[in-house]
């Protein structure tokens, strides 16, 4: 049977969702994701957060209960803005979610977690090693992991591209 990887559906990886799904098909992984924001997780978070972190600790009691062979919980540092600023820091609760996760799951230290700290600032390629290292980590070899990463690349660009185009007539 094919490894599963639970990906949180919460805060950017809404945004990300088709960079990280594809890369992680295109390895051979099935990409598990949670349907329910459940009570329980929302009630184990342990200070006041924002809904959306609230959310993310709901989704994340539902990821658990249908335990992947790994987690996937991103540290997003910085994401890239075209024609932006230089730097495009994420907030600090994005870039804290692997850790108040890790911390309010105890379950979650008996498990495989994937938790890079990845930098966009200046587009997806310029962190293409960051991914090859997470397919090496998965046992996939450089060619492998870097060509899951083109793959998804060209995905999450489409999938930029669809959404502007959809913006656009809507704005017409």
């Given at each position: 049977?094919?490894?599963?990887?639970?990906?949180?559906?919460?805060?950017?990886?809404?945004?990300?969702?088709?960079?990280?799904?594809?890369?992680?098909?295109?390895?051979?992984?099935?990409?598990?994701?949670?349907?329910?924001?459940?009570?329980?997780?929302?009630?184990?978070?342990?200070a006041a957060f924002?809904?959306?972190?609230?959310?993310?600790?709901?989704?994340?009691?539902?990821?658990?209960?249908?335990?992947?062979?790994?987690?996937?919980?991103?540290?997003?540092?910085?994401?890239?803005?075209?024609?932006?600023?230089?730097?495009?820091?994420?907030?600090?609760?994005?870039?804290?979610?692997?850790?108040f996760l890790r911390?309010?799951?105890?379950?979650?230290?008996?498990?495989?977690?994937?938790?890079?700290?990845?930098?966009?600032?200046?587009?997806?390629?310029a962190s293409k090693?960051?991914?090859?290292?997470?397919?090496?980590?998965?046992?996939?070899?450089?060619?492998?992991?870097?060509?899951?990463?083109?793959?998804?690349?060209?995905?999450?660009?489409?999938?930029?591209?669809?959404?502007?185009?959809?913006?656009?007539?809507?704005?017409?």
């Amino acid at each position: 049977p094919k490894k599963t990887i639970g990906i949180n559906q919460s805060l950017y990886v809404e945004t990300l969702y088709p960079l990280y799904y594809n890369f992680f098909t295109k390895l051979g992984l099935e990409v598990i994701a949670p349907d329910t924001i459940e009570t329980e997780g929302i009630n184990k978070k342990g200070a006041a957060f924002c809904y959306p972190i609230e959310i993310s600790h709901g989704y994340m009691q539902n990821l658990i209960k249908k335990n992947p062979d790994y987690f996937f919980l991103p540290h997003l540092e910085s994401m890239y803005v075209e024609n932006g600023i230089k730097s495009n820091c994420t907030c600090p609760f994005v870039q804290g979610e692997p850790y108040f996760l890790r911390t309010a799951f105890k379950e979650l230290s008996q498990k495989e977690i994937i938790s890079p700290v990845i930098n966009f600032d200046n587009g997806y390629y310029a962190s293409k090693w960051q991914f090859i290292k997470i397919g090496n980590r998965l046992g996939f070899s450089k060619g492998q992991s870097s060509g899951a990463f083109d793959f998804a690349v060209q995905k999450q660009m489409s999938f930029h591209k669809e959404i502007k185009e959809m913006g656009r007539s809507m704005l017409e």
